[in-house]
Protein backbone atom coordinates (compact mmCIF):
# COMPACT_ATOMS: atom_id res chain seq x y z
CA UNK A 1 0.00 0.00 0.00
CA UNK A 2 2.81 2.23 1.01
CA UNK A 3 3.35 3.81 -2.73
CA UNK A 4 0.00 4.99 -2.63
CA UNK A 5 0.71 7.77 0.25
CA UNK A 6 0.36 11.44 -0.20
CA UNK A 7 3.85 12.56 -0.15
CA UNK A 8 3.76 16.17 -0.52
CA UNK A 9 6.25 17.65 2.11
CA UNK A 10 5.06 20.04 4.06
CA UNK A 11 5.73 23.14 6.35
CA UNK A 12 3.46 22.79 9.27
CA UNK A 13 3.10 24.32 13.00
CA UNK A 14 2.50 21.98 16.36
CA UNK A 15 -1.55 22.83 15.46
CA UNK A 16 -1.88 22.11 12.31
CA UNK A 17 -3.10 25.93 11.68
CA UNK A 18 -1.69 28.24 8.60
CA UNK A 19 1.81 28.56 9.31
CA UNK A 20 1.14 32.36 8.63
CA UNK A 21 -1.83 33.04 10.97
CA UNK A 22 -1.50 36.31 13.03
CA UNK A 23 -0.31 34.77 15.87
CA UNK A 24 1.61 36.52 19.39
CA UNK A 25 5.51 36.55 18.98
CA UNK A 26 5.84 33.63 21.59
CA UNK A 27 3.24 31.62 20.43
CA UNK A 28 4.44 27.87 19.49
CA UNK A 29 2.24 27.66 16.95
CA UNK A 30 4.76 30.01 15.23
CA UNK A 31 7.73 27.54 15.16
CA UNK A 32 7.86 25.95 12.05
CA UNK A 33 8.56 22.10 11.13
CA UNK A 34 8.56 20.19 7.91
CA UNK A 35 6.24 17.00 7.98
CA UNK A 36 7.91 14.47 6.06
CA UNK A 37 5.74 11.76 6.88
CA UNK A 38 2.87 10.60 4.09
CA UNK A 39 -0.04 8.82 4.31
CA UNK A 40 -2.58 6.50 2.60
CA UNK A 41 -6.32 6.85 3.73
CA UNK A 42 -9.31 4.75 4.09
CA UNK A 43 -10.73 4.85 0.94
CA UNK A 44 -7.72 3.67 -0.42
CA UNK A 45 -7.31 0.47 2.01
CA UNK A 46 -9.21 -2.59 -0.03
CA UNK A 47 -12.51 -3.06 3.10
CA UNK A 48 -11.17 -6.77 3.17
CA UNK A 49 -7.82 -5.90 4.16
CA UNK A 50 -7.24 -7.42 7.84
CA UNK A 51 -6.57 -4.29 8.90
CA UNK A 52 -9.79 -2.56 7.70
CA UNK A 53 -11.32 -5.34 8.95
CA UNK A 54 -9.82 -4.69 12.85
CA UNK A 55 -10.73 -1.40 12.67
CA UNK A 56 -14.24 -2.17 12.00
CA UNK A 57 -14.04 -5.12 14.23
CA UNK A 58 -17.00 -4.74 17.09
CA UNK A 59 -14.65 -7.04 19.88
CA UNK A 60 -11.69 -4.31 18.86
CA UNK A 61 -13.60 -1.40 19.39
CA UNK A 62 -15.32 -3.08 22.32
CA UNK A 63 -11.94 -3.49 24.12
CA UNK A 64 -10.05 -0.11 22.82
CA UNK A 65 -13.02 1.71 24.40
CA UNK A 66 -12.38 -1.00 27.66
CA UNK A 67 -8.96 0.53 27.71
CA UNK A 68 -9.66 4.49 27.66
CA UNK A 69 -12.41 3.72 30.05
CA UNK A 70 -15.08 4.52 27.72
CA UNK A 71 -18.61 2.84 27.11
CA UNK A 72 -17.81 3.00 23.60
CA UNK A 73 -16.16 4.46 21.24
CA UNK A 74 -17.14 5.68 17.43
CA UNK A 75 -15.50 5.22 14.09
CA UNK A 76 -13.98 8.77 13.06
CA UNK A 77 -17.48 9.52 10.42
CA UNK A 78 -14.10 11.17 7.95
CA UNK A 79 -13.89 8.69 5.15
CA UNK A 80 -10.29 9.40 4.81
CA UNK A 81 -8.45 9.86 8.14
CA UNK A 82 -10.37 7.08 10.29
CA UNK A 83 -8.08 4.93 9.15
CA UNK A 84 -4.49 5.66 7.46
CA UNK A 85 -1.03 3.93 6.80
CA UNK A 86 1.51 6.44 7.60
CA UNK A 87 4.89 5.95 5.22
CA UNK A 88 7.92 7.76 6.61
CA UNK A 89 10.41 7.19 4.75
CA UNK A 90 14.41 7.41 5.60
CA UNK A 91 15.72 11.25 6.08
CA UNK A 92 12.12 12.27 7.12
CA UNK A 93 10.30 12.78 10.59
CA UNK A 94 7.01 13.06 11.34
CA UNK A 95 7.17 16.67 13.55
CA UNK A 96 5.74 17.10 16.88
CA UNK A 97 1.60 17.34 16.77
CA UNK A 98 -1.57 17.28 18.16
CA UNK A 99 -4.05 14.70 16.56
CA UNK A 100 -7.71 16.23 15.40
CA UNK A 101 -9.33 12.95 17.22
CA UNK A 102 -9.11 12.29 21.18
CA UNK A 103 -7.87 8.80 21.05
CA UNK A 104 -5.47 7.60 18.58
CA UNK A 105 -4.62 3.86 18.25
CA UNK A 106 -1.96 2.75 16.16
CA UNK A 107 0.28 -0.73 14.86
CA UNK A 108 3.65 -0.29 14.16
CA UNK A 109 3.72 -2.49 10.58
CA UNK A 110 7.43 -2.39 9.73
CA UNK A 111 10.17 -0.73 11.63
CA UNK A 112 12.66 1.51 10.55
CA UNK A 113 16.16 -0.08 10.80
CA UNK A 114 17.47 3.18 13.15
CA UNK A 115 15.28 6.17 14.26
CA UNK A 116 12.02 6.50 13.65
CA UNK A 117 10.85 6.97 17.37
CA UNK A 118 7.81 7.48 18.58
CA UNK A 119 7.99 10.17 21.46
CA UNK A 120 5.41 12.14 23.47
CA UNK A 121 4.33 14.41 26.58
CA UNK A 122 1.22 12.78 28.41
CA UNK A 123 -1.17 15.50 28.57
CA UNK A 124 0.73 18.46 27.99
CA UNK A 125 -2.10 20.49 27.51
CA UNK A 126 -6.34 19.57 28.43
CA UNK A 127 -9.40 20.76 26.66
CA UNK A 128 -9.64 23.48 29.02
CA UNK A 129 -5.11 24.69 28.74
CA UNK A 130 -3.52 25.29 26.22
CA UNK A 131 -0.30 25.02 28.17
CA UNK A 132 1.43 27.13 25.54
CA UNK A 133 4.70 27.57 27.97
CA UNK A 134 5.41 23.70 27.85
CA UNK A 135 4.36 23.03 24.30
CA UNK A 136 6.87 26.14 22.91
CA UNK A 137 9.70 24.63 25.44
CA UNK A 138 9.46 21.29 23.77
CA UNK A 139 9.60 22.64 20.35
CA UNK A 140 12.69 24.22 20.83
CA UNK A 141 14.30 21.78 22.37
CA UNK A 142 14.22 22.15 25.81
CA UNK A 143 11.72 20.44 26.87
CA UNK A 144 13.11 16.65 27.85
CA UNK A 145 11.91 16.66 30.62
CA UNK A 146 8.49 16.66 29.43
CA UNK A 147 9.17 13.90 26.61
CA UNK A 148 8.53 10.29 26.40
CA UNK A 149 9.93 7.76 24.04
CA UNK A 150 8.47 4.56 23.48
CA UNK A 151 10.10 1.73 21.84
CA UNK A 152 7.49 -0.02 19.35
CA UNK A 153 8.08 -3.36 17.56
CA UNK A 154 5.69 -4.54 14.73
CA UNK A 155 2.68 -5.62 15.46
CA UNK A 156 2.67 -3.57 18.81
CA UNK A 157 -0.82 -1.93 19.75
CA UNK A 158 -0.28 1.31 21.01
CA UNK A 159 -3.00 3.43 22.74
CA UNK A 160 -3.14 6.83 23.33
CA UNK A 161 -4.47 10.34 23.60
CA UNK A 162 -3.15 12.15 20.75
CA UNK A 163 -5.25 15.11 21.03
CA UNK A 164 -3.64 16.25 24.35
CA UNK A 165 -0.59 14.44 24.70
CA UNK A 166 1.55 16.09 22.03
CA UNK A 167 3.84 13.21 19.93
CA UNK A 168 6.00 12.73 17.42
CA UNK A 169 8.02 10.52 15.25
CA UNK A 170 12.09 10.90 15.27
CA UNK A 171 13.76 11.11 11.85
CA UNK A 172 13.97 7.55 10.53
CA UNK A 173 17.39 6.71 9.51
CA UNK A 174 18.97 3.49 7.28
CA UNK A 175 17.28 2.23 4.36
CA UNK A 176 13.83 1.43 5.50
CA UNK A 177 10.89 3.34 5.64
CA UNK A 178 8.57 3.34 8.96
CA UNK A 179 5.10 2.11 8.75
CA UNK A 180 2.57 2.73 10.76
CA UNK A 181 -1.49 2.09 10.90
CA UNK A 182 -3.61 4.29 12.77
CA UNK A 183 -6.96 3.40 13.65
CA UNK A 184 -9.04 7.12 15.07
CA UNK A 185 -12.14 6.43 17.01
CA UNK A 186 -13.92 9.05 18.80
CA UNK A 187 -15.97 9.20 22.25
CA UNK A 188 -18.88 10.97 20.19
CA UNK A 189 -20.09 10.20 16.74
CA UNK A 190 -20.22 11.64 13.82
CA UNK A 191 -16.45 13.82 13.86
CA UNK A 192 -14.34 15.03 10.31
CA UNK A 193 -11.44 16.42 9.96
CA UNK A 194 -11.65 20.15 8.81
CA UNK A 195 -11.12 20.88 5.50
CA UNK A 196 -7.77 22.65 5.39
CA UNK A 197 -6.45 19.83 8.17
CA UNK A 198 -7.67 17.02 5.53
CA UNK A 199 -5.91 18.61 2.61
CA UNK A 200 -2.84 18.81 4.43
CA UNK A 201 -2.88 15.57 5.05
CA UNK A 202 -4.37 13.86 1.71
CA UNK A 203 -4.22 16.47 -0.87
CA UNK A 204 -8.06 16.41 -1.20
CA UNK A 205 -11.30 16.63 0.32
CA UNK A 206 -14.65 14.90 -0.48
CA UNK A 207 -18.38 16.34 -0.14
CA UNK A 208 -18.41 15.08 3.06
CA UNK A 209 -15.82 17.69 4.37
CA UNK A 210 -17.07 20.47 2.49
CA UNK A 211 -20.75 19.56 3.71
CA UNK A 212 -19.46 18.91 7.43
CA UNK A 213 -17.28 22.25 7.81
CA UNK A 214 -20.19 24.48 8.72
CA UNK A 215 -22.08 21.76 11.11
CA UNK A 216 -18.83 20.38 12.42
CA UNK A 217 -18.95 18.43 15.90
CA UNK A 218 -16.28 19.48 17.69
CA UNK A 219 -15.10 17.76 21.22
CA UNK A 220 -14.05 21.10 22.73
CA UNK A 221 -12.60 24.67 22.21
CA UNK A 222 -8.81 24.33 21.51
CA UNK A 223 -6.93 26.08 18.74
CA UNK A 224 -6.84 23.85 16.17
O1 LIG B 1 2.95 6.62 13.22
C1 LIG B 1 2.80 6.77 14.42
O2 LIG B 1 3.19 5.94 15.25
C2 LIG B 1 2.11 8.01 14.95
C3 LIG B 1 1.29 8.68 13.91
C4 LIG B 1 0.60 9.91 14.35
O3 LIG B 1 0.96 10.53 15.29
C5 LIG B 1 -0.56 10.39 13.59
O4 LIG B 1 -0.88 9.82 12.56
O5 LIG B 1 -1.20 11.36 14.01
FE1 LIG C 1 -0.60 11.95 15.77
Request: hydrophobic share 45%; net charge negative.
Amino acid sequence: MAPLAYDEIETVNAYNIATDAALPPDHPGRIAMRRGNAFVARDQIPADFAIHRLYRSEPFQRFVAACFGLVQVHELADPLAGLCLNVISPGLEHPWHFDTNEFAVSMLTQEPECGGEFEFCPNIRTAQAENFPAVRAVLAGEGAHLVRRLVLRPGDLQLFLGRYSMHRVSPVQGGIARHSAIFAYTERPGVLGSVARTRQLFGRVLPGHLAAEASAVRVDALLD
